[in-house]
């Protein structure tokens, strides 16, 4: 599965951004998938998952009330509604997806990245 994030940018804090991942595979409906970011200097970070049929949803503390994750499986895509933003989720956002058991501590696939610059 390949799987393509979009939709980053150049934002204000308190500014609200979309990110969208597109996979290349109608199995995409069968993962498990997730957003983690990795801001300069630091290692990658979790942020949010949703199961594979989109029943369940986990976030990290720091994004969870500002943060939301869906998932489309018609479309095959994977969103993260971001509002609120702060400079500190200034960060490369990857989008991945599992159907392995140490999920969300490995991935089987990950997307190259989308780049999101908050400004105070």
């Known amino acids: 599965v390949q799987l393509q994030a979009s939709g980053g940018g150049l934002v204000q804090a308190g500014d609200s951004l979309r990110l969208s991942c597109a996979a290349s595979e109608r199995t995409f409906s069968t993962y498990n998938v997730g957003w983690f970011r990795q801001a300069p200097g630091k290692e990658r970070e979790f942020v949010a998952r949703i199961s594979w049929n989109g029943a369940s949803t986990v976030y990290a503390e720091s994004v969870k009330g500002r943060f939301t994750i869906s998932r489309d499986n018609v479309k095959n895509t994977l969103y993260l509604q971001m509002n609120k933003l702060a400079p500190e989720d200034t960060a490369v956002y990857y989008c991945?997806?599992?159907?392995?058991?140490?999920?969300?501590?490995?991935?089987?696939?990950w997307g190259q990245g989308t780049q999101v610059t908050v400004s105070s």
């Open positions: 991945a997806a599992s159907r392995g058991s140490l999920w969300p501590f490995s991935a089987d696939y």
